[in-house]
């Protein structure tokens, strides 16, 4: 993503300037969102109150854990009480909430025992935590190319990626949909290796039926500030595997279970009793807000269907269920008078429909390609190898889709169906007005 506007930035500027919309009483906020309403400009979104959504019910869960005096996870029962309405939402055998979503990554890798020598498959086109994850114990990541039509992984190119160093597929499921798990979990049985799934921006999303993080060894969930469900930091791991839960649970706490066996490996990921009542909170308006997402998210996709040049996010065939933590299409300027993308999203924010580019490549970035010069990397794999690292993990198709890719966030979703219709219509000004925005 470029420097000028992260991806978190930008979610914050979208729910200052009230992206987020309401449904009734079940989404109530403390913001007056019929006050907002009134005084809107016409061209505004209907509604508009700020991400997140909370009411009483949010403040007497932290109430009730500030006067237990029980804020930690090993004296109190909010975080356990999370983890089991977590794991039974999910249908899961097991959940261990952690700290964030990146330490929920870091605690699954670590329980694996990844570490100096061990690849890791991942993509380029995912936030850097899921980069940090795998370089934090020291083993390599290896970029496979994005599936242009779907944002996610290209699951088609997993198998030529597989050495005999590579110990983990991680692949993301990006934006709340689903990679193609069938075709991952095929390249990962053909050599006996486990799949963990980076489900950081997808709850409950689905594949044939079954949620996200059910198809590997584990998945990864992410609660930050703006996701679909918050407690401003928070993460958890699913898993059906009760051993590999139990390690999971040790490690986070210090390595100080006595059902997981030693390594001499662990960490402090605990979640706070504040967050977990926090979260027990969200739930209960999560499912309602999540349906109103995917029905908002269907819809507008019909839309753009409909405009020449935007191309929504494809879901693979299997994915039963997306997230909808972000709405993404392809802009294809060449559609719209060669009006460069930037230009287009300034035109749409004149019409008070505001998106941003995503992601930038990830694989080239400065920080990503400064592992080549790190003396412990050069130890580790040899000189010649981290200096081959780049060009083995060029992603062409990555590159491409990084210039053409734009998204609105999940709040965008949270208004009422009019608002999709005034988005459609949106882009089809800026496209009837394309040729002079162009020569602007």
């Excluded at 990921?269 to 209960?284: C, H, S, W």
């Amino acid at each position: 993503m470029s420097s000028s506007l992260t991806r978190r930035k930008f979610l914050r500027r979208a729910a200052a300037t009230g992206l987020a919309a309401g449904l009734g009483s079940s989404l109530a906020s403390a913001a007056d969102s019929s006050s907002a309403a009134s005084t809107a400009k016409p061209a505004a979104p209907a509604n508009p109150t700020a991400w997140p959504v909370f009411d009483d019910t949010d403040e007497a869960a932290l109430r009730d854990v500030l006067r237990s005096g029980k804020w930690g996870r090993g004296s109190g029962t909010k975080v356990a009480a999370f983890e089991k309405a977590y794991a039974e939402l999910a249908g899961a055998k097991h959940c261990i909430a952690t700290a964030s979503g990146t330490t929920a990554l870091l605690t699954t890798l670590g329980s694996l025992d990844l570490g100096p020598g061990d690849e890791v498959i991942l993509p380029p086109y995912t936030f850097v935590a899921t980069f940090h994850a795998v370089t934090a114990s020291y083993a390599l990541p290896v970029f496979v190319d994005t599936d242009a039509a779907s944002f996610q992984i290209d699951a088609r190119k997993v198998a030529a990626a597989i050495t005999d160093r590579t110990r983990v597929i991680l692949p993301v499921h990006l934006g709340g949909s689903v990679a193609d798990m069938d075709t991952i979990n095929a390249a990962a049985s053909a050599k006996k290796l486990p799949v963990v799934e980076d489900a950081c921006q997808s709850w409950m999303a689905q594949w044939r039926g079954k949620s996200v993080g059910l198809h590997g060894v584990a998945g990864c969930f992410s609660f930050q500030a703006s996701k679909n469900l918050t407690a401003g930091e928070g993460g958890a791991i699913l898993t059906n595997d009760s051993d590999l839960a139990a390690r999971c649970l040790s490690f986070q706490d210090q390595a100080r279970s006595a059902r997981a066996p030693l390594t001499g490996r662990g960490s402090n990921y605990r979640l706070t009793e504040f967050q977990g009542g926090l979260l027990l909170a969200q739930l209960k308006r999560f499912t309602a807000q999540q349906n109103h997402r995917n029905d908002n998210a269907l819809y507008l996709s019909k839309l753009l269907r409909e405009i020449d040049g935007i191309e929504p996010a494809r879901l693979h065939d299997g994915c039963t269920r997306s997230a909808w933590h972000l709405y993404m299409f392809r802009y294809r300027a060449e559609k719209f008078a060669g009006l460069p993308r930037e230009k287009f999203l300034a035109a749409l924010a004149k019409e008070k429909v505001s998106g941003s580019t995503g992601y930038t490549p990830l694989n080239t970035t400065p920080h990503v390609l400064s592992l080549a010069q790190s003396r412990h990397y050069k130890k580790i794999y040899g000189e010649r190898a981290m200096a081959d690292w780049a060009e083995r993990n060029r992603c062409p198709v990555n590159d491409t889709l990084c210039k053409e890719a734009v998204w609105f966030t999940q709040t965008v979703l949270l208004n009422p169906r009019s608002e999709m219709d005034r988005i459609a219509e949106a882009i089809r000004k800026v496209q009837r007005n394309a040729a002079a925005l162009a020569k602007g």
